[in-house]
């Protein structure tokens, strides 16, 4: 009898490699997105070049990172994610040696464009589409925890980054994070994350099949959920470059404002941290309703001027934590794990798109209207996005199931909202829950399978 040894794939545990994409993901952010508002002042100071280009390179990014999403899932739905998760780290890291190097702001532009191609082939949404390539149906629970980690980036490498810039300067910032990158985050990528089996290729002369989901969607709920992602993305980036300047328009002290900015980080931990507690109990569309929710209360509260901006700013933080989670588990929940990795590079363009304009449409509308102006922009959003929400729930829902008497996620009025979603754990009979099973026919929550 000849002995089989175990693929590599099975020796790699679940937990080793959500662990090796947290601390990568912690980076990766830590690195890009983040980095800006620690060094963005000392770049201007030292070489002249004025501020606004300086943090408008990240906008720049993240406008390529948008563009190359969509080739992006579909290259993790092919391939799966190791080589694009291993390019991402490449390219983050010779954008930070380019930044380091960069004799004048057209160089320093275009490292930023390099780093670019990185955050869109390996942040959240390359990340989640790895992790539903690699687990299918059960990906829940692992997205949440990735989540967990995410959540501690600003945490984490704001500090390292200031520290660095005291000590080495800018350039010797990126620097240290270019290392990181290519001498840590590279091999781990390859050497944790397992190879994938590809996807037959279409023959030549072979008509392409339609877009492989395990429901075949209406493109109406595809809209919608495009639409609500983005609009959450403009409010979370618009007050993540504004929300201190936010703050001091009120007549608040920059240190006051700056203790009260650091609760956001902290709740959005412990909402993720809950959330991965009760997960399996419901539904990720309730997840999303609590994100729009608690983003829109927290937004309102601000711009209603009500003398309780702790709580705003931790309702606003937990919202924002939550919807991280929403962004990769409601689409899995929805449409399935076939084409998920596709279907998550076609929901991120819009969304880092939006990105990219958000920080500098917040400046235009401080500047016209003030921070109360602009507060109140930003609660309609966050208004309309419960709204959208609210749709994704009522969507392909038969009319007797409206007219139910029973309020949502309560009742056989709901249908589905009662199941449980958790990643494929067991009963004692060895059954598996009905949430851990794919959705019939059309997306819809209401129907039972």
Known sequence: MSFSPPSPAILRSRGAIITALGLTQIMAWGSSYYLPAVIAPAVSSDTGWPLAWVVGGLSLGLLVAGLISPRVGSSIERHGGRNVLAFSAGCIGLGQIGLALAPNLAAYIAAWLIVGLGMGAGLYDAAFATLGRHYGHGA????????????????????????????????????????????????????????????????????????????????????????????????????????????????????????????????????????????????????????????????????????????ALGFYGAGIGLESIARGTLPLALFGSNGYARLMGRLAMPSLMAQAAAPSAGALLLERFGPHGTLAALSGLALANVILACGLGLADAPPAAIAGSNPIGFGPAFGAFNWRAGDLPRDRQGKTRRSDRPHRGAVSLWRRP
Request: aromatic share 6%.
């Open 140 to 311: 829940r629970s692992a997205i949440t925890m990735l989540t967990l980690f995410g959540g501690l980036a600003s945490t984490i490498c704001w500090p390292i980054s200031a520290l660095l810039l005291g000590e080495v300067g800018w350039r010797g910032t990126c620097l240290v994070y270019a290392a990181f990158q290519l001498a840590i985050a590279l091999p781990l990528y390859l050497v944790i994350l397992p190879r994938e089996p590809p996807q037959p290729a279409v023959k030549p002369g072979v008509k392409k099949a339609a877009p492989i989901l395990d429901n075949q969607a209406d493109p109406s709920i595809m809209i919608v959920l495009a639409a609500t992602l983005t609009l959450a993305a403009v409010i979370s980036s618009t007050l993540s470059v504004h929300l201190l300047t936010i703050l001091q328009g009120s007549g608040m002290a920059l240190a006051v404002a700056v203790g009260l900015g650091v609760l956001v980080g902290p709740s959005q931990v412990a909402a993720r941290a809950i959330e991965m507690m009760i997960a399996r109990y419901h539904h990720p569309i309730f997840t999303k309703f609590a994100s729009v929710t608690f983003v829109a209360i927290g937004v309102s509260t601000l711009w209603a001027g009500m003398p309780i901006i702790p709580l």
